[in-house]
């Protein structure tokens, strides 16, 4: 297959077509640049446009571009950032689908699991509502441009969590403290984190892409629910490393303003029980088995 992919050269995006290559098929990135071989094509969504014939031979489309919600504080303007570079990327994709004469047989959009905000003690299942807050609005309008989508194509929304990585990703500023033995828990650790590795994240954006009967949105989380203190220790037990000292919720309130509040320190507690009624498999379903591939010793 041809996977058109926008958000090429993002943690996830990368490891999507690290995983399309090894099974053989074709990546195809959208660039913002003068494209420097077949499998690129020029795009600027900010403004719109898309090179003529985009979805020409394209099988599937992958949407995952958006700036980092983890750049933290969120200033107005950042945060206004945030929500057109998701919006307008999307649109330009759907723009593009529906004009095409021969449409792809899917679109895999990206979302997130701030879709329901605060959680608190309940599991978040897909059929639940539209939460409060900054980044439920981002990906509630998010959600609201892929579906206008064309309806003989195939829409999957992707409701992506923490995605636990070796090197990027949400344990970017956290694993290096544990790393040097002065990691903790994030205000009281007691939050509930939805979490997946990166190897997972990308294999079930492709197992959903190739499932005929999966529509609509999918929460993208690990079977196994966890605390962000679980996190924690699970990564210092494979470090070796104690993670006793705690950041207090107030520092980072401090710190990261909103964002903390919204990322770091509220309770994103998720069901995968629709991702693993299509029968995908985790790679890494326990908080263990993410931690060890976490620090390398696990494929």
């Keep these: 297959m041809k996977v058109l992919i926008s958000g090429y050269t993002g943690l996830i995006a990368t490891e999507v077509a690290r995983q399309l290559l090894e099974r053989g098929d074709t990546p195809v990135a959208l660039v913002r ?3 420097r071989g077949a499998n690129e094509i020029e795009w600027h969504p900010e403004c719109g ?34 929500i057109e570079s998701r919006l307008a990327s999307t649109r330009t994709l759907v723009n593009a689908i ?11 959009s990206g979302s997130a699991s701030g879709f329901y905000g605060d959680t608190g003690s309940r599991t978040a299942q897909e059929t639940d509502p539209n939460g409060s807050g ?15 989508v064309d309806s003989s194509v195939r829409l999957v929304v992707v409701r992506t969590t923490m995605v636990m990585s070796r090197k990027l990703g949400a344990l970017g500023r956290l694993l ?18 939805a979490w ?13 892409m190739d499932n005929a009967g999966a529509n609509g949105p999918f929460n993208m989380v690990a079977p196994e629910a966890a605390t962000c203190i679980d996190v ?9 490393r104690p993670t006793l000292v705690p950041a207090p919720a107030f520092a980072l309130k401090l710190a990261f303003g909103e964002g903390a509040d919204e990322l770091l320190l509220c309770n994103q507690k998720l069901s995968a029980k629709k991702l693993l009624d ?22």
């Design 33 to 35: 640049r003068t494209p």
């Design 49 to 82: 446009f898309i090179a003529d014939g985009a979805m020409d031979g394209i099988d599937s489309v992958v949407n995952l571009a958006g700036a980092t919600t983890g750049k933290l504080p969120w200033s107005k303007k950042y945060k206004a950032e945030l």
């Design 134 to 148: 900054f980044l439920a609005e981002l990906a509630g309008k998010w959600e609201l441009e892929a579906a206008k």
């Design 196 to 208: 997946i590795s990166l190897k997972d994240e990308a294999a079930a954006i492709l197992h959903l």
């Design 232 to 240: 924690v220790r699970a990564l210092g037990k494979e470090l070796n």
């Design 278 to 299: 299509t029968g995908f498999v985790f790679a890494h379903p326990t908080v263990a088995a993410a931690a060890a591939w976490v620090v390398g010793k696990d494929q």
């Design 176 to 193: 290096p403290l544990i790393k040097a033995g002065i990691g903790g828990p994030l205000g009281n650790g007691k939050q509930w984190w």
């Design 98 to 108: 529906n004009a095409a004469k021969a449409k792809p047989r899917v679109l895999v």
